[in-house]
């Protein structure tokens, strides 16, 4: 490691960030167990104030549920994990989730808009990551395979907080948890309580990034053993502007249109419960989301200073997604398999349209290649997970279960090509509505088992296993004469967590442990022109799984108001899937597949820091480094698009009544030159550095009774600069302006 390197270490354990906050869960939200001994020894300490929009004024220490499927603080569980509670998304009032994971070690943000953002963890994305929403699997088999689903189909506004793994967790999860896991977690019905309970509360935020308007309500209640829970919230977003500035080799002289990042969508949820006792309830909750004219995003070429170029535009006029859980959980059972039960079915309906335009002039006025493809597609899922906890020993947990999922899926595509040589040349559309992914099912069977041992008062081991089946076959579709064969595949993965008391605030951390993802629908079976229209990728359903092995070794520090974390891990990718030639034609065009090549190793240092120095302030930091190598092609850096190191800090201060708080965040990213993907774009070879800042307040106005009102002020992009999230910078789509965001809540 050289020493600039070591200098940016030291200097994020310097400054430090509140990256933790989040409020205890409670037993009703999440599955719970009886924990071993060595869990119990550092109380939970409590907020001061549970308000919508306070800030915790003293360090917390989590509860996470996502690791290991326990309640666990944080300090005493073996793995790298962040919790971010609801106080601070009410704070920030995020586009989605996605944008409340930047503050965190190893990860980054893909997509740009108010609702097209995605997770990377560790310079894994896309479908190397899962999506949770209360423990349920949202990723979807028919997404490419870089996108993965979107987070903004679960409401932000309404979530009790966020989980992140850092690192495999598909013992518990199954396939896509290579890079890690975002849960996101909703807040639940009031719990029984032995009285009748009504409440709400309701929120407008306005940005000025797209004139963005974003009104929000929540009412919930409990009347005798019935409780429930309604949600809706409506935004309206136009295109935002970018900076004037230089970033790289380009240089804008005025503010810019980035197209396609405006959206209009719309959030509905639903739950309601039935306590049978205390400690056993049944429920069932509803979920629609549709968002209309949403976009990838892109900055017109004229702007750009390249008049004659290539221009692609890539839009997502529609998505409607409903789902609906049913479920039953049990806690303190005492039988003779289980003390804890929690069984869930699940539906879900994703309808998404999809249109891809490429124009390819020759350099006269009006000619060129112009190519319209539009895809929609329905699919549908159903999934069951039942799953049961046993404390055996008196001071041992086994968690074991199943889960299965079923895809089906359905499409239709249409291709437009129009060639015009010369001007006033004559259109001719070519048409081709050969669907390039047949109708297909898609089946997951897994089963798993992980104990959670307690060897010490000093030492505690989880150690878990999966067997998991896939199995994708294609079903008869109008246009497609013969199909290709069905896939199938059998995957084994295991994982063990370590924890060692070195001190009596001081926990060491090691996890080995190996992921998985299967191909996906389209790696599998698409067969027809690629989108650009320089090839012709056929269909491979002989693919195996990517699989990883991780190993982790960290350091977690903890007082009453200091908490230190240092992680380093290495994984290693293997069976990679990715395009390439094939060396063969399919009629005038070269012949691509899908096929397993990839062998790659990501290594990465995450620390994190926050302290409260007194009682009011809060400061702290984050510091990453990531590096990779592609063993294969002997390419540095497969983690080129996403940052190399990045160092966040934060301060806060809350007036000591509660009143009010202000909030200033740093993030800066340093230069990327292993960036050999950006080679041919605007932006040069080196993804250039950048720092952006960000300023927040809150006041509480008044409170009567218990209705309460609340204003939250910001400023994002404090300093106006013009900037791309690495991720965003190959394909050029930079950041917003200076923003000003102006927030109402009032509860009741």
Known sequence: MNKSILRAILTAAVIIMPLSVAAPASVEAAPALA?????????????????????????????????????????????????????QIKAERPNNTAEMLRRLPGVDINGVGANQQRPIIRGQRGQRILLLEDGLRMNNSRRQADFGELPAIVDVNHLDRIEVVRGPASVLYGSDAIGGVVNMISTDAPALSGGDVFGGSANFSYRSAGEQVWPAVDVFGRQGRVGYRASASFRDTEDYQAASGTFGDITLSDDVKVFGSGVQDRNFSFLVDYALSDDQKVYAKFGYYQAEDAGFGFVANEDLGLDGGIAIDIQYPDQTVSKLKAGYRALGLDLPFADRIDASVFFMDNERDFIFDVNVPFGGPGTGVFVNQQNHTDLQTFGLRLETAKLFGGKHVLT????????DSENTDRSETVVIPFPGAPANPMVEDTPTVPFSTYDKFGAFAQADLEISDRAGLIVGARWQNFSATPQTTPGIDELPGNASENTVVVAANGLLKIAPNLNFVGTVGRGFRAPNLVELFFNGAAPEGNGFQIANPDLDPETSWNVDAGLKYRRSNVALEAFYFRTRLSDGIRIAATGDSVGPFPAFQSINVDKLTLKGIELLAEVQPVESVTLGATYTWLDGDDE???QNNPTSSTFSSRITGEVTYKQPSGRWWVQYQVRHNGEQKDADSVTGSPIGEVLPSFTVMHARAGVKLFDHGRMSHSIVLGVENLTDQLYAEFSNATFFRPAPKRTLLVSWATSF
């Open 35 to 87: 924990a071993p001994t060595m869990i119990q020894e550092v109380p939970q300490e409590k907020p001061d104030s549970t308000s919508a929009d306070s800030i915790p004024i003293f360090i917390l220490n989590p509860i996470n549920v996502t690791a290991t499927r326990a309640l666990k603080q944080l300090f005493f569980t073996a793995a790298p994990v962040s919790v971010v509670g609801s106080d």
């Open 400 to 407: 074991y279960g199943l889960d299965y999922y079923h895809d």
């Open 632 to 634: 294969e092609n002997d």
